[in-house]
């Protein structure tokens, strides 16, 4: 009923939607699910989880463990692939539908198999033997247990020049490493009107500049550092359209200001000057 994040229920668990169909049409007589029975359902999830997000008072946490790979069978949208010791990956596509279906999760392979080279991508990993009948592959793990993905991220899509885009290849970019973002991003608006002439510009090859300054209050006991990207007007091209861009501030100014922010510098108070709080900002 919850996402592999551990952390929010399915929309579909939580509307008393069906998410998963039985290959074998069960149970036969399934019951209809009332309001009534939706409103006493969603008063006992309301006890753990939020209503209006779905999000858990208490996520489940990270697995306690990595999928086994260990194992040298392994399923996946090609067949079924047995892993040999000597490392050659043999792939079993000819699969067997029985003729007589049971609750088993049971899957069945031809024992004619072709020598692939190794692929990434998902992965059931799963226990598996050859019917000594007709050496037939039979495993028997159910369906999607010990799943395993190695597909690389693939980093979204640049449709546009805004600043929501950015952001997102940012994030995509530092996934493995959070800090990451939010020390590049920071913790505080960013003023990204102007982000898509940044882009123009970048790719008219025009200079841009980029100054930062920092603080220390020591009242408040906290340190901030502010940064900016800007350019001269008049080196701006005739075709690169700013007027619209311009606050009011900005109008009679010989400069531009094309990105701007400010973040919190972290770090002991003792330590902490106008120096390295500007240091972080740049």
Known sequence: MVDSSGKFFRKSAWDCQQ??????????????????????????????????????????????S???????????????????????WRLYADERVPLHPTRSSHRYFSSTFTIVKQFMGPKW?????????????????????????????????????SWQDFLSFLKHSTADQPSAFNAIVGNLPIKAASFPVLCDLLRASVDIFASSDGSVRSDLLSASSGWLFWVHLRKIPEYVVTHRDLEVDQRDSPIMILLAGTTLAHGRLSTLSSYRSEGSGA
């Not at 790979?69 to 079924?80: H, Q, V």
């Not at 000594?132 to 597909?151: I, K, L, M, R």
Request: with cysteine; charged share 20%.
């Open 125 to 161: 990993f799963t226990e598996a033997f050859f019917r000594e009948e007709d050496g037939t592959a039979v495993t028997v793990t159910v369906n999607g247990a010990n799943f395993f993905d190695d597909t690389p991220p693939q980093p979204p899509l640049m449709n546009t020049d």
């Open 19 to 64: 998410f998963y169909k039985s290959d074998y049409c069960w149970p036969e007589k399934s019951i209809q699910i009332t309001s009534r029975h939706k409103i006493i359902w969603h008063r006992v999830l309301g006890t753990i989880a939020c209503t209006r997000t779905r999000q858990l008072v208490h996520p489940l946490g990270q697995w306690t």
């Open 66 to 88: 990595k999928p086994n790979k260990n194992f040298p069978f392994f399923l996946c949208s090609r067949g079924l692939v047995q892993i040999m010791p000597t490392g050659e």
